[in-house]
C-alpha cells in the first residue's frame, strides 16, 4: 500500500480553506499547476473524486470533506511528531505556539514571556493575538499548540485546564460614581449607559452572565473594539463599563480620571489553558499551568 503524501494533504487542507487555486497555491508557495497536479494525484491514489469541478469553480465531494477532516488530523499529529523529534524527547525544549485573546493577551504577554524564559529556556515560544473562535479553528488544525482563554466556553475536541479567577469591576468617571450606591445595584443604571465589546469578544457574554446585568435595555447600541476604546468612553463621562481586574492591575486605568468598583456577587471570568485531546504535550502543559498561575488576580491551579 502506497501511503499518501502528507505535503499534498496540506494542500488539500489548504485549499479547503481558502476554495481559491490560486491563493492556495500562494499560501503554499508552489504553482497552481503544482498543486491542482497533487490534488489529482490524491484523486487517482484513493480512486475517488475530491472536488466537483465546472469550469472555473469546484466544490467538494463529501469525500473530499471527509478527507480533509482526516488530513487535519494527520497533519496535527504529524507536526508533534517534528516537534518531539526535534526536541530529542525532552519535553522542555521545541517550539510551543501558544495562542492568546486580546482582552488577556496585553496584560499577560509580557509574564509569560518572562516566566518561559527563566524556567523553559529551551522552548522556542511563539505568541499571537486572535478571537476566540479563529484561535479555536487554529488549535484544530494544528497551527498552534496551546491556547489561553476566558471561560466558559465550548471547546469541542480540546482539554480545559483553569488556571485563575478574573474579577470584573464597574468602571466610571468619579463623577458618575458618585450617583452609585452601595453595594453596586445593576439595576438602576440608565438605559443605554454601559459600553460593551463586540459579540465576537467573549468577554461581553461573560460581563453580562456574571455581574448581574440582566437589563439588555442597559446596554449601549455602541459596541467597542478593544477594551482600551472602552476606558475612553467611560472617561469621557457617557456611561459605564465593566473591566477584568487583570487589566485594572496593568495599570489601564492610568492618567484617566475613572475609578473601579467590584462588580454585583463578585461577578468574574475564569482563565485557563486549552489543547487539543490526545497531545502528546500534557507534561509540558501542565508545567505551564504551574507558572502561569500566580500571574491572574485569583490563582486557583495548584499541582
Not at 71 to 91: M, P, R
Request: with cysteine; aromatic share 6%.
Amino acid at each position: 500500500m502506497i501511503l499518501p503524501n502528507l505535503k499534498h494533504l496540506h494542500y488539500l487542507v489548504v485549499l479547503h480553506q481558502e476554495l481559491h487555486f490560486v491563493k492556495a497555491a500562494k499560501r503554499c508557495n508552489v504553482s497552481q499547476s503544482t498543486l491542482s497536479s497533487a490534488i489529482q494525484n490524491l484523486e487517482e491514489q484513493f480512486g475517488s473524486q475530491l472536488l466537483e469541478r465546472e469550469h472555473k469553480t469546484f466544490v467538494f465531494t463529501p469525500f473530499g470533506m471527509e478527507l480533509v477532516a482526516r488530513s487535519k488530523a494527520l497533519l496535527t499529529q504529524a507536526h508533534e511528531l517534528v516537534n518531539f523529534a526535534q526536541s530529542a524527547g525532552n519535553w522542555q525544549a521545541g517550539s510551543l505556539k501558544l495562542g492568546v485573546i486580546p482582552t488577556i493577551a496585553p496584560f499577560l504577554f509580557e509574564g509569560v514571556i518572562t516566566e518561559v524564559t527563566a524556567h523553559l529556556p529551551e522552548i522556542n515560544l511563539q505568541l499571537q493575538e486572535d478571537t476566540t473562535a479563529n484561535l479555536l479553528t487554529q488549535l484544530n488544525e494544528g497551527t498552534l499548540d496551546l491556547l489561553i482563554l476566558a471561560l466558559p466556553m465550548e471547546t469541542p475536541g480540546c482539554k480545559q485546564l483553569p488556571i485563575g479567577h478574573d474579577p470584573f469591576h464597574l468602571v466610571a468617571h468619579k463623577e458618575l460614581a458618585e450617583s452609585l450606591v452601595s453595594p453596586l445595584d445593576m439595576s438602576i443604571l440608565p438605559k443605554e449607559s454601559v459600553f460593551l465589546l463586540h459579540k465576537e469578544h467573549c468577554m461581553t457574554g461573560h460581563a453580562v452572565s456574571a455581574c448581574g446585568l440582566k437589563q439588555t435595555e442597559q446596554v449601549s447600541a455602541l459596541a467597542a473594539s478593544s477594551l482600551h476604546t472602552l476606558i475612553q468612553l467611560a472617561n469621557s463621562k457617557r456611561g459605564f463599563t465593566f473591566m477584568p481586574e487583570l487589566a485594572i492591575n496593568n495599570d489601564i486605568l492610568h492618567s484617566t480620571s475613572l475609578i473601579s468598583m467590584p462588580a454585583e456577587a463578585g461577578g468574574y471570568r475564569e482563565i485557563g489553558l486549552v489543547w487539543r485531546n490526545g497531545t502528546t504535550r500534557l507534561r509540558l502543559f501542565r508545567y505551564l499551568a504551574e507558572l502561569f498561575a500566580p500571574l491572574m488576580p485569583i490563582p486557583t491551579f495548584k499541582r
